[in-house]
């Protein structure tokens, strides 16, 4: 594959990243008056650490790879956004995505005037690794992929991912925002073998943290280092650190939610599957599930109506007549086959 710094804009490659006052000096101090803060209102009245040393030391202990490789974000959008403009010249470089997937790909690429090349999943949702190769022309920078995808719920096969990792020639963004749901073991183990592959993980789904937004993308420490120039110097507010060092202090309590809502998953699917109006229930490696019925909008607005909001996802791609159901707490879940017992 090209090098990071063939990948690489060039106005980025030669980017002098702006200098605050917390990069110029770090340390313990008993006296900091130089970066104009008011010195009321503590701890809220100082910066943040721009590159989060505490809460990345943590992640890199439960996720068992070096703070070096990790960078946080606003969301995992933050980290889809920066990618985008790290690597795709606007006007003149592209992505490959897959379709349907998660729409923030497109929308960044669509804000930073970056064309999108879309390449079909099969029709049981696998990855065509070949077809995405395939679509890849000489100014593709990135392909994005998101395993378990996004509206689909299935991981892709590992053999169809690894083909684009090491035939392509450019950047793999693997969006694994499910990941700590699925049985599939994430790619973080196999990150020193893939210098291209970026993954992006998040704290909005099995984490539970969707409101502080805090997003992470693993990489090798010179991507991670474009990132760190490229975002804004504090992108990682004060509440947003503090409150996820909190959670992560107790890394049981995601692992109990996550056992919680796949042991509801399954009776979600199992009702499912009785109902006449459920066409199929696609297999699922996520938090949610995607159903097939000839009648999705009726369905849809019936909820609503009941005050229970599902995803419409049957104008997408390869998704005619599909609902998408985030799984909700025992209690949600009863609500919602409740509702829908009255439809049959
Ligand atoms: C929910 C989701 C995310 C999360 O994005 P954040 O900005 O971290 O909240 C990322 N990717 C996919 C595919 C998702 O479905």
């Known amino acids: 594959m090209n090098s990071i710094n063939e990948l690489l804009r060039p106005n980025i490659r030669d980017l002098k990243p702006y200098s605050s006052a917390r990069d110029e000096f770090s340390g313990e101090a008993a006296v900091f008056l130089d970066a104009n803060e008011n010195p009321f209102n503590a701890p809220f009245n100082r910066y943040p650490d721009p590159y989060q040393r505490e809460l990345k030391k943590r992640i890199a202990a439960i996720k068992e790879i070096s703070a070096e490789n990790i960078f946080l974000g606003n969301g995992s959008d933050e980290a889809i956004d920066i990618a985008i403009r790290a690597f795709c010249e606007p006007g003149k470089d592209n992505i490959v995505s897959i379709s349907p997937t998660y729409g923030m790909y497109q929308v960044?690429?669509?804000?930073?005037?970056?064309?999108?090349?879309?390449?079909?999943?099969?029709?049981?949702?696998?990855?065509?690794?070949?077809?995405?190769?395939?679509?890849?022309?000489?100014?593709?920078?990135?392909?994005?992929?998101?395993?378990?995808?996004?509206?689909?719920?299935?991981?892709?096969?590992?053999?169809?991912?690894?083909?684009?990792?090491?035939?392509?020639?450019?950047?793999?963004?693997l969006d694994e925002a499910y990941i700590d749901f699925a049985p599939d073991k994430s790619w973080l183990t196999r990150l020193t073998q893939y210098p291209n592959l970026i993954i992006l993980q998040t704290f909005s789904k099995a984490w539970g943290m969707a409101g502080i937004r805090l997003g992470m993308?693993?990489?090798?420490?010179?991507?991670?280092?474009?990132?760190?120039?490229?975002?804004?110097?504090?992108?990682?507010?004060?509440?947003?650190?503090?409150?996820?060092?909190?959670?992560?202090?107790?890394?049981?309590?995601?692992?109990?939610?996550?056992?919680?809502?796949?042991?509801?998953?399954?009776?979600?699917?199992?009702?499912?599957?009785?109902?006449?109006?459920?066409?199929?229930?696609?297999?699922?490696?996520?938090?949610?599930?995607?159903?097939?019925?000839?009648?999705?909008?009726?369905?849809?607005?019936?909820?609503?109506?009941?005050k229970i909001i599902v995803r419409d996802r049957s104008n997408v791609a390869l998704c005619e007549g599909c609902l998408r159901i985030t799984v909700g707490t025992p209690e949600e879940n009863r609500e919602l086959i409740e509702a829908l017992d009255g439809l049959s």
């Open 217 to 306: 993308a693993f990489a090798k420490d010179e991507i991670i280092n474009v990132f760190s120039k490229i975002k804004y110097p504090y992108n990682v507010n004060i509440l947003t650190q503090q409150k996820a060092l909190e959670l992560l202090s107790d890394n049981d309590t995601m692992k109990r939610w996550v056992k919680e809502l796949l042991e509801e998953r399954t009776r979600l699917i199992e009702t499912l599957k009785t109902k006449d109006f459920v066409k199929k229930v696609y297999p699922t490696d996520a938090n949610f599930v995607l159903i097939k019925t000839p009648e999705p909008k009726k369905i849809y607005n019936y909820l609503v109506a009941r």
């Open 108 to 173: 960044a690429a669509d804000i930073n005037n970056i064309d999108v090349k879309k390449v079909l999943l099969t029709p049981d949702f696998e990855l065509d690794a070949e077809a995405l190769l395939k679509a890849a022309d000489e100014h593709t920078k990135i392909i994005f992929l998101c395993s378990p995808n996004n509206p689909t719920g299935n991981c892709f096969s590992p053999q169809e991912v690894k083909k684009i990792l090491d035939e392509f020639n450019g950047i793999v963004v």
